[in-house]
């Protein structure tokens, strides 16, 4: 059976991927920094479905970390088919108040990341002539207000390359531009304020995204913007000029 590995599968869309991807019968390979929670979602996954869990803990921000995990891609015992390249997290701080420390932790988790384990998998996938490699992105990737914003822009055009790069391997790239869900990724001090400051039905259920991108990875479909609200939203904002999605001040927080 394909095996499908998650990044950022400890919580929130990860684990959400996970669950649907055990569910339709794949074996799944596990990565987040937290060990004990990767085992607990395994365990359960396992228990529930009959697949295969496997946990690979790593920090997707640290070159050993994704060295790890690049290594395992490239394991032709057992070839992965599926690479879903979802872990980050938000900064909540604006370019001129973060650390360096900050802002290279969130390059390397939402774009260094993604681009070193497409990398790892797709050989193996062209060879096979199969496979497929699912990037999440953001909504606000149609903004231009954070380096976070910048990041996420960056995974939207690297996978359309991608895309293009891939026509007739059989392997595609797909990229999913969730706007807010309700996940673990709003916990933060710095974050925590977006929840009061959006209504109800700004936020969507990662039921729901996880979903659409899965069909849309199914129908080989590039860009996929979950729920008809965000979607609508997502070409507006693509026909508007990038000085009026900016924030009040430049690169303030995501
Ligand atoms: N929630 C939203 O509103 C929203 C909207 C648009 C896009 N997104 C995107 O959706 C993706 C998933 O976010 P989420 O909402 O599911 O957030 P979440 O609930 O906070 O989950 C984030 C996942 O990423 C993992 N992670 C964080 N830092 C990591 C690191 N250095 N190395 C390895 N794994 C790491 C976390 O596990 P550990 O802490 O165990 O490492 C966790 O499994 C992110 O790329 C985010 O940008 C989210």
């Given at each position: 059976m394909?095996?499908?590995?998650?990044?950022?599968?400890?919580?929130?869309?990860?684990?959400?991927?996970?669950?649907?991807?055990?569910?339709?019968?794949?074996?799944?390979v596990?990565?987040?920094?937290?060990?004990?929670?990767?085992?607990?979602?395994?365990?359960?996954l396992?228990?529930?479905?009959?697949?295969?869990?496997?946990?690979?803990?790593?920090?997707?921000?640290?070159e050993?970390?994704?060295?790890?995990?690049?290594?395992?891609?490239?394991?032709?015992?057992?070839?992965v088919?599926?690479?879903?390249?979802n872990?980050?997290?938000?900064?909540?701080v604006?370019?001129?108040?973060?650390t360096?420390?900050?802002?290279r932790?969130?390059?390397?988790i939402?774009?260094?990341a993604?681009?070193?384990?497409?990398?790892?998998?797709?050989?193996?996938?062209?060879?096979?002539?199969?496979?497929?490699?699912?990037?999440?992105?953001?909504?606000?990737?149609?903004l231009?207000?954070?380096?976070?914003?910048?990041?996420?822009?960056?995974?939207?055009?690297?996978?359309?390359?991608?895309?293009?790069?891939?026509?007739g391997?059989?392997?595609?790239?797909?990229?999913?531009?969730p706007?807010?869900?309700?996940?673990?990724?709003?916990?933060?001090?710095?974050?925590?304020?977006?929840?009061?400051?959006?209504p109800?039905?700004?936020?969507?259920?990662?039921?729901?995204?996880?979903?659409?991108a899965?069909?849309?990875?199914?129908r080989g479909?590039?860009v996929?913007?979950?729920?008809?609200?965000?979607?609508a939203?997502?070409t507006?904002?693509?026909a508007?000029?990038?000085?009026?999605?900016?924030?009040?001040r430049?690169?303030?927080?995501?």
């Amino acid at each position: 059976m394909a095996i499908a590995m998650v990044t950022g599968a400890s919580a929130g869309l990860g684990e959400e991927f996970a669950w649907q991807l055990a569910t339709a019968g794949h074996d799944v390979v596990l990565v987040a920094r937290s060990r004990d929670r990767l085992s607990e979602v395994a365990h359960l996954l396992r228990s529930a479905t009959g697949r295969e869990a496997e946990v690979l803990p790593a920090d997707l921000t640290t070159e050993d970390g994704r060295e790890a995990v690049a290594a395992r891609l490239a394991d032709a015992a057992a070839p992965v088919s599926l690479l879903i390249n979802n872990a980050g997290h938000g900064a909540g701080v604006g370019f001129t108040e973060s650390t360096w420390e900050q802002e290279r932790a969130l390059l390397d988790i939402h774009v260094t990341a993604p681009l070193r384990l497409t990398h790892a998998a797709l050989p193996g996938m062209i060879e096979r002539g199969h496979g497929a490699v699912l990037n999440v992105a953001s909504i606000a990737a149609r903004l231009s207000n954070s380096t976070y914003a910048a990041h996420k822009r960056w995974v939207v055009e690297f996978t359309q390359a991608l895309a293009g790069q891939l026509g007739g391997t059989g392997v595609t790239a797909t990229v999913v531009l969730p706007g807010l869900v309700r996940t673990r990724f709003h916990d933060s001090d710095a974050l925590s304020h977006m929840r009061h400051e959006f209504p109800d039905a700004a936020w969507l259920d990662p039921e729901g995204v996880v979903a659409s991108a899965l069909a849309a990875v199914r129908r080989g479909q590039t860009v996929v913007t979950p729920s008809a609200r965000y979607a609508a939203a997502g070409t507006l904002l693509r026909a508007v000029p990038d000085r009026l999605t900016r924030g009040r001040r430049s690169m303030r927080r995501d």
